[in-house]
């Protein structure tokens, strides 16, 4: 065996070389409150080397660790101290070095009972968690019940329990050290993000009694609320209680003045002056809401340990910006510590953390945010329940184009099927709607008008909450908290800018969504879907006369009648965008998503056309596809009915004269959708100037726009060089991107996503986060051609990855000018934004 001396300790001083990096971030904590001046007790660091050699059964000289029970109550704690705090660690150990003779000189000072607690809660503890004795044996209690535990650990282990503080020690180290070493907690730290390898150091600290004559007990003290993150005194605070050491007359107290009970600021007022004091100094000097653990000897304080508070999202956000407010840290330093993907929970109602949740089942989180309302199983009964003035939500198996107005009038929505770019999805997000999809466990049946679920059956109007953050279902109404566009969110989102990065712009097809935008400060809109126009139940009716039309001619007339439609469209999103950017996507999707599915639709479709039913039913099976996603939509479309494009580009013009002339100049930019040649672009682009052409003339003004590309097909990212040539910007749309180049329907993926995920076929759902090795390589291959041929040209991504911060970072450094999301999504975009800029200045990398 290897016999060098590994006994290393340090005691933690002001000037000791104790680092994070070797003796792990308590020992480093403990070091600042030490620096401080706090009355921290003796405190010694275990570097990460001798507790890695410990668990590799190198030997321990106990001489080398008798001193740490020299100088002060003669019991130390272990604590475990990993690089950093989340990643845990195994349980502390406390009272370690009680043994007979220690125990009779306690029972003079504080009192047979008390040191009895001490013991017996050491030779427990000792026995379960060191020895791995069966704890059976070990739940004494009562009468007699330290020697009879002293007994059961002779009669195990055929020896005497321990006496030698020191070996104590020594058996307390080596087993924590093993516990990090072992399967189940490397898993666990792991799941928090750390190396499988990663080093433990442990403190072994001096204890203060918290048991024995005048005000003595342990407790916690933290000075924010942990949900709110708002100034408020929170934690608890135990009489003589001296960790699992109980003795007699232990009392809860509250901690501030309380009328339900005695409180530690009236009975003690001066040790809670102190605490409050240590509390301002820990903030301030550790730069971080922290929690303080503490024990009061007959009055005296001793800080035995600070921890970062826990927090929820609102508190999160609360708590950086008051940092940063009052100087201790710098504003890009705030904005660091905001994850971008909380600042969702502050935009939507919530699900309080602390309340009692009753969940029923879960599905795919698609649209944050929580909601209560009544379940609704058709559209029909939604807009029913909103004319009644009641909260409903909306439960499909999954939603259809005809079923927004239904979404409008829910506030969640549930689907039994459909991933994160489903239909359901991506209307939710554009709404702000919290919504879940691919609920497999739900089962809708609409004949019966119910929901199982969980194995429990809901009726239609039963009470429901969605939680769009979690996508749990949960039964009845949760409690929940109000959004939190406080002050501080709009002090972050104000940095956030101040920090540059990458653009930030919003996916808009109404005035609605382009308020939104505006509120959350876009710069502009990257993508409006205009075929959201034309759902509309006024607008129905000529879409459709439209799709039936014979001939070219017809199809113009009824396309004349949604024209002004358009044109009021566009000019109510320019007058509210007030000369910020629109980028306005020319028409996308297959046209039978404007037909009636079922009987009683093409009923009264054939009598509203005055046709015969037969007549309505072939056209509409005329106009089905086998696979409509990779069929008759987009470009397609746009050069095989010409007429639809023609329409837009007209009405397009007309709002951009109308708006320019009431306010700021207005510069359209005009996006086809779906192109996979670069002849369908010209063919388009001739029209589109032709379109121009006459409307300046009719109108005797001037105005210019900008012509742009969606690229969406892999041979659009591949042609991002030619396209480029005819494009004045080019938007990656990443969701048909993704659709395309996993070969992968974005409705039916969420059937086996979940497993898919789960078995780590695919490390995230690729239409949630960008898949960087497959799509993303088209991605930089399409910047990298469409640079070269057009160095100018504007890049954006409009696809749902537009709103993600891990895809926004990948954007940001490809070179994208902007990325576009759904409105409610600014915010976190922002967020992104500046993070991905300040890292890269952090780095040294030019932004
Ligand atoms: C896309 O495909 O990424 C996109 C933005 O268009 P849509 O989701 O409307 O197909
Ligand atoms: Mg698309």
Same mark, same amino acid.
């Given at each position: 065996?290897?016999?060098?001396?590994?006994?290393?300790?340090?005691?933690?001083?002001?000037?000791?070389?104790?680092?994070? !990096?070797?003796?792990?971030?308590?020992?480093?904590?403990?070091?600042?409150?030490?620096?401080?001046?706090?009355?921290?007790?003796?405190?010694?660091?275990?570097?990460?080397?001798?507790?890695?050699?410990?668990?590799?059964?190198?030997?321990?000289?106990?001489?080398?660790?008798?001193?740490?029970?020299?100088?002060?109550?003669?019991?130390?704690?272990?604590?475990?101290?990993?690089? *950093?705090?989340?990643?845990?660690?195994?349980?502390?150990?406390?009272?370690?070095?009680?043994?007979?003779?220690?125990?009779?000189?306690?029972?003079?000072?504080?009192? @047979?009972?008390?040191?009895?607690?001490?013991?017996?809660?050491?030779?427990?503890?000792?026995?379960?968690?060191?020895?791995?004795?069966?704890?059976?044996?070990?739940?004494?209690?009562?009468?007699?019940?330290?020697?009879?535990?002293?007994?059961? &650990?002779?009669?195990?282990?055929?020896?005497?329990?321990?006496?030698?503080?020191?070996?104590?020690?020594?058996?307390?180290?080596?087993?924590?050290? %093993?516990?990090?070493?072992?399967?189940? +907690?490397?898993?666990?730290?792991?799941?928090?993000?750390?190396?499988?390898?990663?080093?433990?150091?442990?403190?072994?600290?001096?204890?203060?009694?918290?048991?024995?004559?005048?005000?003595?007990?342990?407790?916690?003290?933290?000075?924010?609320?942990?949900?709110?993150?708002?100034?408020?005194?929170?934690?608890?605070?135990?009489?003589?209680?001296?960790?699992?050491?109980?003795?007699?007359?232990?009392?809860?107290?509250?901690?501030?003045?309380?009328?339900?009970?005695?409180?530690?600021?009236?009975? #003690?007022?001066?040790?809670?002056?102190?605490?409050?004091?240590?509390?301002?100094?820990?903030?301030?000097?550790?730069?971080?809401?922290?929690?303080?653990?503490?024990?009061?000897?007959?009055?005296?304080?001793?800080?035995?340990?600070?921890?970062?508070?826990?927090?929820?999202?609102?508190?999160?956000?609360?708590?950086?910006?008051?940092?940063?407010?009052?100087?201790?840290?710098?504003?890009?330093?705030?904005?660091?510590?905001?994850?971008?993907?909380?600042?969702?929970?502050?935009?939507?109602?919530?699900?309080?953390?602390?309340?009692?949740?009753?969940?029923?089942?879960?599905?795919?989180?698609?649209?944050?945010?929580?909601?209560?309302?009544?379940?609704?199983?058709?559209? +029909?009964?939604?807009?029913?329940?909103?004319?009644?003035?009641?909260?409903?939500?909306?439960?499909?198996?999954?939603?259809?184009?005809?079923?927004?107005?239904?979404?409008?009038?829910?506030?969640?929505?549930?689907?039994?099927?459909?991933?994160?770019?489903?239909?359901?999805?991506?209307?939710?997000?554009?709404?702000?709607?919290?919504?879940?999809?691919?609920?497999?466990?739900?089962?809708?049946?609409?004949?019966? /008008?119910?929901?199982?679920?969980?194995?429990?059956?809901?009726?239609?109007?039963?009470?429901?909450?969605?939680?769009?953050?979690?996508?749990?279902?949960?039964?009845?109404?949760? =409690?929940?908290?109000?959004? +939190?566009?406080?002050?501080?969110?709009?002090?972050?989102?104000?940095?956030?800018?101040?920090?540059?990065?990458?653009?930030?712009?919003?996916?808009?097809?109404?005035?609605?969504? =382009?308020?939104?935008?505006?509120? &959350?400060? #876009?710069?502009?809109?990257?993508?409006?879907?205009?075929?959201?126009?034309?759902?509309?139940?006024?607008?129905?009716?000529?879409?459709?006369?439209?799709?039936?039309?014979?001939?070219?001619?017809?199809?113009?007339?009824?396309?004349?009648?949604?024209?002004?439609?358009?044109?009021?469209?566009?000019?109510?999103?320019?007058?509210?965008?007030?000369?910020?950017?629109?980028?306005?996507?020319? &028409?996308?999707?297959?046209?039978?998503?404007?037909?009636?599915?079922?009987?009683?639709?093409?009923?009264?479709?054939?009598?509203?056309?005055?046709?015969?039913?037969?007549?309505?039913?072939?056209?509409?099976?005329?106009?089905?596809?086998?696979?409509?996603?990779?069929?008759?939509?987009?470009?397609?479309?746009?050069?095989?009915?010409?007429?639809?494009? !023609? *329409?837009?580009?007209?009405?397009?013009?007309?709002?951009?004269? !109308?708006?320019?002339?009431?306010?700021?100049?207005?510069?359209?930019?005009?996006?086809?959708?779906?192109?996979? +040649?670069?002849?369908?672009?010209?063919?388009?682009?001739?029209?589109?100037?032709?379109?121009?052409?006459?409307?300046?003339?009719?109108?005797?003004?001037?105005?210019?726009?900008?012509?742009?590309? *969606?690229?969406?097909?892999?041979?659009?990212?591949?042609?991002?060089?030619?396209? =480029?040539?005819?494009?004045?910007?080019?938007?990656?749309?990443?969701?048909?991107?993704?659709?395309?180049?996993?070969?992968?329907? @974005?409705?039916?993926?969420?059937?086996?996503?979940?497993?898919?995920?789960?078995?780590?076929?695919?490390?995230?759902?690729?239409?949630?986060?960008?898949?960087?090795?497959?799509?993303?390589?088209?991605?930089?291959?399409?910047?990298?051609?469409?640079? @070269?041929?057009?160095?100018?040209?504007?890049?954006?991504?409009?696809?749902?990855?537009?709103?993600?911060?891990?895809?926004?970072? &990948?954007?940001?450094?490809?070179?994208?000018?902007?990325?576009?999301?759904?409105?409610?999504?600014?915010?976190?975009? %922002?967020?992104?934004?500046?993070?991905?800029?300040? /890292?890269?200045?952090?780095?040294?990398?030019?932004?």
């Amino acid at each position: 065996m290897d016999m060098r001396d590994i006994t290393e300790t340090t005691r933690i001083t002001p000037s000791a070389g104790v680092t994070r !990096d070797r003796h792990g971030w308590r020992a480093k904590c403990l070091q600042r409150l030490v620096r401080m001046d706090l009355p921290v007790p003796l405190s010694f660091a275990l570097p990460c080397e001798t507790v890695g050699a410990i668990a590799a059964g190198r030997h321990l000289r106990l001489e080398a660790l008798r001193h740490v029970f020299e100088a002060g109550s003669g019991l130390v704690s272990v604590r475990p101290s990993a690089l *950093m705090p989340e990643w845990g660690g195994p349980g502390t150990v406390l009272n370690v070095g009680i043994n007979d003779t220690l125990h009779a000189r306690l029972c003079d000072v504080i009192g @047979r009972d008390s040191a009895d607690a001490i013991y017996l809660s050491f030779v427990q503890s000792y026995a379960i968690n060191i020895a791995r004795l069966d704890p059976d044996m070990f739940a004494q209690e009562g009468k007699d019940a330290l020697p009879r535990a002293l007994r059961a &650990f002779e009669a195990e282990t055929d020896e005497p329990f321990p006496q030698d503080p020191a070996q104590q020690l020594a058996e307390v180290l080596r087993s924590m050290a %093993r516990a990090w070493d072992g399967p189940t +907690a490397r898993l666990l730290r792991q799941a928090k993000g750390a190396p499988a390898d990663a080093p433990l150091g442990l403190v072994v600290q001096d204890m203060a009694l918290a048991l024995g004559p005048g005000l003595c007990g342990s407790g916690t003290i933290q000075f924010v609320d942990p949900v709110t993150g708002n100034p408020r005194v929170t934690g608890r605070f135990r009489g003589q209680s001296h960790g699992a050491a109980v003795g007699t007359g232990a009392e809860t107290l509250y901690l501030t003045h309380d009328e339900r009970g005695p409180s530690l600021q009236d009975i #003690a007022p001066e040790t809670f002056a102190d605490l409050i004091r240590f509390g301002i100094a820990a903030r301030e000097r550790l730069r971080e809401e922290m929690q303080i653990e503490f024990v009061v000897t007959g009055g005296r304080i001793s800080v035995i340990d600070a921890t970062r508070v826990v927090r929820g999202s609102r508190a999160g956000v609360r708590i950086a910006v008051s940092l940063a407010r009052d100087g201790i840290i710098p504003a890009e330093e705030a904005l660091m510590r905001v994850e971008p993907r909380a600042l969702a929970d502050l935009l939507h109602h919530q699900v309080d953390p602390r309340a009692p949740r009753d969940l029923i089942t879960r599905g795919i989180n698609a649209s944050p945010g929580a909601a209560t309302g009544r379940i609704v199983l058709t559209a +029909a009964a939604a807009q029913a329940a909103n004319a009644r003035g009641e909260p409903c939500i909306l439960v499909r198996r999954e939603t259809v184009p005809e079923d927004i107005r239904g979404m409008h009038a829910s506030v969640g929505v549930l689907t039994e099927r459909g991933g994160t770019t489903s239909h359901a999805a991506v209307i939710a997000r554009g709404l702000g709607l919290p919504c879940i999809v691919g609920a497999t466990g739900i089962r809708v049946d609409l004949r019966n /008008r119910t929901l199982t679920a969980g194995g429990r059956e809901l009726r239609e109007g039963d009470e429901i909450t969605i939680d769009g953050s979690s996508g749990e279902v949960l039964a009845g109404a949760a =409690a929940l908290l109000p959004p +939190a566009l406080d002050d501080n969110f709009t002090q972050l989102l104000d940095w956030a800018s101040q920090a540059g990065g990458i653009g930030v712009r919003a996916n808009a097809d109404t005035p609605e969504d =382009a308020l939104t935008a505006r509120r &959350f400060e #876009a710069q502009g809109i990257g993508l409006c879907r205009t075929e959201h126009m034309f759902f509309d139940a006024e607008r129905l009716p000529a879409m459709r006369e439209m799709i039936f039309a014979d001939s070219a001619d017809d199809r113009r007339l009824a396309l004349a009648r949604i024209l002004p439609m358009q044109r009021q469209d566009f000019t109510q999103l320019f007058e509210i965008m007030a000369g910020l950017p629109v980028t306005i996507r020319l &028409f996308d999707p297959p046209l039978h998503e404007f037909l009636p599915h079922d009987r009683e639709g093409l009923r009264e479709l054939a009598e509203s056309m005055d046709l015969p039913l037969s007549d309505v039913t072939r056209r509409v099976e005329a106009l089905s596809e086998f696979n409509p996603m990779l069929g008759m939509r987009g470009v397609r479309l746009g050069i095989t009915m010409p007429e639809i494009y !023609d *329409m837009q580009a007209r009405a397009i013009f007309e709002a951009t004269v !109308d708006a320019s002339r009431k306010g700021d100049p207005v510069v359209p930019e005009i996006m086809i959708p779906l192109v996979s +040649a670069m002849r369908e672009v010209e063919l388009v682009k001739n029209r589109v100037d032709a379109v121009a052409a006459a409307v300046r003339n009719e109108r005797r003004t001037d105005f210019t726009y900008k012509l742009g590309v *969606m690229v969406e097909t892999p041979r659009a990212a591949l042609r991002a060089g030619d396209i =480029a040539a005819h494009s004045a910007f080019l938007s990656f749309g990443t969701n048909d991107l993704t659709q395309m180049t996993y070969g992968l329907s @974005r409705d039916d993926a969420g059937r086996f996503m979940g497993t898919y995920v789960a078995q780590g076929v695919y490390s995230e759902d690729p239409f949630h986060v960008l898949d960087q090795d497959g799509v993303g390589e088209l991605l930089l291959t399409g910047v990298q051609r469409a640079r @070269r041929q057009a160095p100018g040209i504007t890049i954006s991504v409009c696809g749902e990855h537009g709103g993600n911060p891990e895809s926004i970072a &990948f954007c940001h450094e490809a070179g994208f000018d902007y990325v576009s999301c759904s409105p409610f999504r600014v915010p976190i975009a %922002r967020l992104a934004a500046a993070q991905s800029a300040i /890292r890269a200045r952090l780095s040294g990398v030019e932004d």
